[in-house]
């Protein structure tokens, strides 16, 4: 079933639902736009773009008819016209990827009175399908093949910035699209920063790096955090590292469909506070991911929310010492009801270069 479909199943009492945000553009149409629209009726869709994007865009959409404006019939003309060919009584629109001057705007422009579609896209990219996992899946592999050289070249004398540029080339090398975000690679005392910014800082024998990146394909994100040591590594260190990892696999063994984001959380952050470290584990379990790096439901203590079947979730406890050092390891985890499948596939027990 194609996403415009799974849209306009989830209707309900709206007429038409207007779609401005990129990313939901993205997923109901397949086709990233940066200006542009889609509009879906419950038997009809249009993908209102401009002329930068039309011939790609006609060559890859289906489901929607393409309108394409240029420079003497803008976009909101284009949709103003759609508007004023059909009786639709009740509009709506996303009131949770617009601010409030954009809503006010866009009415005023359209003559319009919309209504809050309920988060409608949101609620169906929550759970993943098997075809957007094998997006998600080809990411992490490309993630993984760039880590693997990386860490054949990791020394002591490269710089964090070093590490972090080998890192994106080698993900754009082996097919990544873009960066999910900005790569984080920190060293020493700097991997007690859970997003600490690659500097110039110079990696030393005896010292930790952290490296949290992730590459998409198709659009689709992956995400991954690893923590080696260089040269060698002190009682202290491979203690917390070991805690940590055995936070994760509690965190993994409770996540499941239907458990709420905060009991995933918990059965990891209580391994981590029984070690006498609970201070130092200030963020949540993992986040959802998909189209974007950070979605929802969290699996974080202040969410209720039981997690749907086929949610994306990571895997990221993390013990940071301030001044000393830190430890993060984080996996991707599809929630199916057969069984939660770990998609990332690299080695977590320490590494010692």
Not at 121 to 144: D, F, N, P, Y
């Amino acid at each position: 079933m194609s996403n415009v479909k799974k849209i306009q199943e989830h209707m309900g009492r709206l007429d038409a639902l207007l779609l401005t945000d990129p990313i939901s553009i993205r997923y109901a149409s397949g086709f990233y736009i940066t200006d542009g629209a889609a509009l879906i009726a419950k038997d009809k869709a249009w993908l209102i773009t401009d002329f930068r994007y039309a011939e790609a865009a006609g060559k890859a959409v289906k489901d929607m008819e393409i309108l394409s404006a240029n420079s003497g019939t803008p976009l909101k003309s284009l949709m103003s016209h759609i508007l004023a060919k059909n009786t639709w009584e009740n509009i709506g629109a996303e009131a949770v990827r617009m601010t409030v001057g954009s809503w006010t705007t866009l009415e005023k422009d359209l003559g319009v009175h919309f209504v809050d579609d309920g988060n409608i896209v949101g609620g169906l990219r929550a759970g993943k399908e098997e075809w957007e996992l094998t997006s998600m899946i080809a990411a992490q592999r490309v993630a993984e093949k760039a880590l693997s050289e990386v860490l054949g070249i990791l020394k002591p004398g490269m710089t964090e910035k070093a590490v972090a540029a080998e890192l994106v080339y080698r993900m754009y090398k082996y097919g990544g699209e873009a960066n999910s975000f900005d790569p984080i690679v920190v060293t020493g005392h700097k991997t007690s920063l859970p997003h600490g910014v690659p500097g110039e800082d110079i990696i030393a024998d005896g010292d930790f790096v952290t490296m949290d990146f992730g590459t998409m394909v198709n659009g689709y994100c992956s995400d991954m955090t690893r923590t080696v040591a260089v040269g060698h590594a002190t009682e202290e260190m491979k203690k917390i590292y070991g805690i940590v990892l055995q936070a994760q696999q509690a965190g993994i063994g409770a996540a499941k469909p239907g458990v709420p984001g905060r009991d995933i959380d918990a059965a990891a952050r209580k391994v981590i506070a029984e070690a006498g470290y609970g201070p130092y584990f200030g963020h949540s379990f993992g986040h959802s991911l998909g189209l974007e790096i950070h979605e929802a439901p969290n699996a974080s203590p202040s969410c209720p929310t039981p997690m749907p079947e086929g949610a994306v979730i990571s895997a990221e406890p993390g013990i940071y010492i301030p001044g000393k050092f830190g430890v993060r390891i984080e996996d991707v985890l599809w929630l199916r009801s057969i069984g939660t499948e770990n998609i990332t596939k690299a080695p977590k027990e320490l590494i010692i270069l």
